[in-house]
């Protein structure tokens, strides 16, 4: 990487890590520290009170990404933190579950995943994009076993309105880094159409990746809707949970580096892409296998292997859909991709915590496995874009092109 690629690469995962602790530190929490407020009591509203940060996120994404496309960037991004602030203070402020759903609701407004993966794809060449979004996933990976274990000593000091106000802290951090860190944008947004969704929707290539995001994040979530009871049921007590978390999460990240990286290089990334998906849905059946009586170290030993293969997804997919989108809809584009991202994880909550309430954790990690065989049939005709040096040589390629 050049010096202000490194520069935009370290700011931009510096922003999505900030951002992602405030969420993840309030999540392994919320639903016990909830019922010490009015209507806390009722497990419907609690439940919708940590899912409807999802479902705003998913209804604007799209809306953002239009926007950064017309707009620029950063004043998307920066007016995306403002929001999320905001959200965060009303969270803190909450005196009952109605305001907590409000604050959530009003973070999840803030949705400027796509403006800052566009960002990042507008500041980055071909050769090194991935290279850039692991670093953004490493980040938001390593936040979220972060928030595993700071999460229940933090809220035994401050409480949830703490943590809320933390949160909004590390928004204002973020606004800072984006404004005086962050390279400046390139200056392609006045002379180029704009994007725009229905070029967006009918492009085959994204359709795959959209599918894949949606799929992904789908079997995450609903595989955390299961697998804490199945560590709990192999005798490690729920406090001690991160103990094979963390170094699932390191350790996967080491793999990751040494084979992704090379490989890519070499031309292989469409086998790294397909290889992935299979160990992810490999890991279903695993955890298919030992959920009838599950011990420790199998259990330890899937959950490397899943992080292994969900944390090449995670690289491969934004650089990916960010290289193969039209660079005057790369915004519109990535917020398709994120809308389907949220609504993924809304789904894997939804349709996993209905499934192990009716059919058990068997019938979840069946359900999971059979997506992720869908996946590799879908995303099996693709291919890996070629690599342009810089958005300026996109633009002429395209316009060559027409």
């Not at 071909?126 to 229940?152: E, Y």
């Amino acid at each position: 990487m050049t010096a202000p690629e490194r520069r935009a690469s370290g700011s931009l995962a510096a922003v999505f890590a900030a951002r992602m602790l405030g969420l993840f530190l309030v999540l392994p929490v919320f639903a016990l520290e909830a019922r010490r407020y009015p209507g806390g009591d009722d497990a419907a509203m609690v439940g919708l009170a940590m899912g409807i940060y999802g479902l705003t996120q998913a209804l604007l994404q799209i809306p953002y990404g239009l926007a950064s496309d017309r707009f620029g960037r950063k004043r998307v991004i920066l007016v995306g933190l403002v929001v999320f602030a905001v959200g965060s203070l009303l969270g803190a402020a909450a005196p009952s579950i109605g305001w907590l759903i409000a604050g959530r609701a009003l973070q999840g407004a803030g949705a400027i995943s796509a403006a800052v993966t566009a960002l990042l794809a507008d500041l980055t060449r071909d050769a090194v994009r991935t290279k850039a979004m692991a670093l953004v996933g490493a980040s938001i990976g390593l936040m979220f076993a972060l928030s595993l274990v700071v999460a229940p000593a933090a809220a035994a000091h401050i409480g949830l309105a703490g943590l809320f106000a933390a949160t909004a802290v590390l928004a204002l951090l973020c606004m800072a880094a984006i404004a005086w860190w962050t390279p400046p944008e390139p200056r392609v947004h006045s002379h180029v159409p704009r994007g725009r969704i229905a070029e967006v929707l009918a492009h085959r290539g994204l359709l795959r990746l959209n599918f894949g995001v949606f799929a992904l994040h789908a079997v995450q979530l609903a595989m955390w809707v299961a697998l804490p009871g199945l560590l709990v049921q192999a005798g490690l007590a729920k406090a001690d949970h991160w103990t094979v978390y963390l170094p699932a999460v390191l350790a996967s990240f080491v793999v990751m580096g040494a084979t992704l990286f090379p490989l890519e290089r070499r031309g292989y990334l469409r086998a790294v892409f397909l290889a992935a998906v299979g160990l992810v849905g490999v890991v279903q059946l695993g955890l298919l296998a030992v959920a009838a009586r599950p011990t420790l170290l199998p259990l330890a030993g899937l959950l490397f292997l899943f992080f292994c293969g969900f944390n090449v997804l995670e690289a491969t997919q934004p650089s990916l859909a960010s290289r193969v989108a039209p660079a005057h809809a790369r915004g519109a584009a990535l917020g398709v991709y994120n809308t389907l991202q949220s609504l993924g994880l809304f789904a894997g909550g939804a349709v996993g915590g209905w499934l192990a309430k009716h059919v058990g954790v068997a019938g979840v990690f069946a359900a999971c496995a059979a997506l992720m065989v869908l996946w590799l049939v879908v995303a099996w005709p693709m291919r890996a874009p070629g690599r342009a040096t810089s958005a300026e040589e996109v633009l002429a390629e395209e316009a060559r092109a027409t």
